[in-house]
């Protein structure tokens, strides 16, 4: 993939049944591609601005654990994970996120 400059990281929250504790998983990722805009999202009160971004992550960089709900940060942005894709069949596989 082109224009895939960027290092993301990404926590990933889970829970262990054994010790009855959440658990953080973090894991950072180079070569990839971040694209971010705003949007507008309607509301009871009319629009509202809202920012959208979407990563790329290469499966040449790893294969990332990654679910609804996580964070990402790409620079000094950091985002919830809102939507996973798994690319792998593709020409140049990767990990599609979507985050708000």
């Not at 082109?2 to 180079?30: A, P, R």
């Not at 309607?42 to 979407?54: Q, R, T």
Request: glycine share 12%; with cysteine.
């Amino acid at each position: 993939m082109l224009g895939c400059t960027k290092t993301v990281t990404i926590t990933h929250l889970g829970y262990d049944g054994d010790t009855d504790q959440d658990t953080e998983q973090v894991q950072t990722f180079s070569g990839c591609s971040w694209y971010g805009q705003t949007r507008a999202t309607s509301g009871k009160e009319g629009l509202s601005p809202a920012s959208a971004y979407k990563c790329r992550i290469p499966l040449a960089s790893g294969s990332p654990a990654v679910a609804r709900g996580d964070k990402i940060q790409c620079g000094d942005v950091t985002a919830t994970v809102t939507a996973v894709h798994d690319n792998r069949g593709r020409p140049a596989p990767h990990i599609y996120l979507e985050a708000e």
